[in-house]
């Protein structure tokens, strides 16, 4: 397949798909005999897979330990899983700052009453050093 057929089916722009090539994260294509990329299914699956572990949060340096990782069907999962249990620590911690992050700026809404900039006590709140 083509790339364009290729970002059609993953949802990925064929600019990224070339930068992966790039990087050696989606392994080249063969050529045609016009010079055009010729993706196949592996190409397909690799892709996918990038994909759902980037939309999972994975950075490329996590990406590209998975799918070295992911070459080695016989071996036991235990490095597959500590990357899962970080990412998920990071989940949780960024969630943890969103959810102070939501609760601050509730109490900011919730303590401003006035009807002027001047009186206004979410202004004055962004002057205070922040609470950590």
Sequence with gaps: MRIGELARATG?????????????????ADRTDSNYRDYSENHLAALTFVRRARELGFSMAQVRELLALSDHD???CGNVDQLVQRQLAEVERKIA???ALRTELGEMLRSCRAERIGECRIVESLARPLRR
């Design 74 to 76: 016989d071996k036991p």
């Design 12 to 28: 990925t722009k064929a600019e990224t798909i070339r930068y992966y090539e790039r990087e050696g994260i989606l392994p080249a």
């Design 97 to 99: 700052d969103l959810t």
